[in-house]
């Protein structure tokens, strides 16, 4: 599950607030579902009680299924379990969840936004059996004029990217070059809270 969360944070840009409300943690609480947007279908659960506990499982070839503990610290989700290989993991990222919806490594602002414009920063930390696999740090800042910059920090080193967005099917498109290859971000937006994705949305009860 952290492996997993952690490609998907970095790919975003990792960070993100606290729920709604003054207890973040109490809006985590619940099954959250992530579903294949073009099929329909279950690709994945997480499920937080509010004891503590968490459980993370995927579905379809290759899945993957893991359970620990959790707690909050400020906007700061702690996670430490154990993966299908018996591995002891731990995570630290900053996560958004309200009433609906949650994103794991959602970008936080940073400062004044307007809509998608302004400063939106984050990160993540992974380890796994002792070893760090992802230590990363970003930071997108979005311009009304449709330019962006993209700085980063990963592995000890920094990089800088221009870049440019534009809103497009209800997403926001951070696009950059990468070694002759044209890289588009999708992210959703909530509105002054929020940019990234996935989405899980709350299962029905």
């Given at each position: 599950?952290?492996?997993?969360?952690?490609?998907?944070?970095?790919?975003?840009?990792?960070?993100?607030?606290?729920?709604?409300?003054?207890?973040?943690?109490?809006?985590?609480?619940?099954?959250?579902?992530?579903?294949?947007?073009?099929?329909?279908?279950?690709?994945?659960?997480?499920?937080?009680?509010?004891?503590?506990?968490?459980?993370?499982?995927?579905?379809?070839?290759?899945?993957?299924?893991?359970?620990?503990?959790?707690?909050?610290?400020?906007?700061?989700?702690?996670?430490?379990?154990?993966?299908?290989?018996?591995?002891?993991?731990?995570?630290?990222?900053?996560?958004?969840?309200?009433?609906?919806?949650?994103?794991?490594?959602?970008?936080?602002?940073?400062?004044?936004?307007?809509?998608?414009?302004?400063?939106?920063?984050?990160?993540?930390?992974?380890?796994?059996?002792?070893?760090?696999?992802?230590?990363?740090?970003?930071?997108?800042?979005?311009?009304?004029?449709?330019?962006?910059?993209?700085?980063?920090?990963?592995?000890?080193?920094?990089?800088?990217?221009?870049?440019?967005?534009?809103?497009?099917?209800?997403?926001?498109?951070?696009?950059?070059?990468?070694?002759?290859?044209?890289?588009?971000?999708?992210?959703?937006?909530i509105e002054g809270s929020?940019?990234?994705?996935?989405?899980?949305?709350?299962?029905?009860?």
């Amino acid at each position: 599950m952290l492996k997993t969360c952690a490609l998907t944070i970095l790919a975003t840009a990792a960070l993100a607030c606290g729920g709604a409300g003054d207890d973040p943690a109490a809006a985590l609480v619940g099954r959250w579902e992530l579903h294949d947007d073009q099929t329909g279908e279950l690709e994945s659960i997480y499920d937080f009680a509010a004891d503590g506990d968490f459980a993370y499982r995927e579905y379809g070839e290759g899945a993957e299924s893991n359970r620990g503990t959790y707690e909050t610290d400020g906007g700061l989700l702690l996670l430490e379990g154990t993966d299908d290989e018996g591995s002891h993991l731990t995570g630290e990222v900053t996560y958004f969840a309200d009433s609906e919806r949650l994103i794991l490594g959602a970008l936080l602002p940073d400062g004044e936004v307007d809509g998608p414009v302004g400063r939106w920063s984050g990160s993540v930390r992974v380890e796994s059996g002792g070893e760090v696999e992802l230590d990363a740090e970003s930071t997108y800042e979005l311009a009304s004029d449709g330019s962006a910059t993209i700085t980063s920090r990963g592995d000890g080193d920094s990089q800088t990217r221009e870049a440019t967005w534009v809103e497009e099917a209800g997403e926001i498109v951070v696009s950059f070059e990468s070694s002759g290859i044209t890289v588009n971000i999708h992210m959703v937006l909530i509105e002054g809270s929020a940019l990234g994705s996935p989405v899980y949305q709350r299962a029905e009860e």
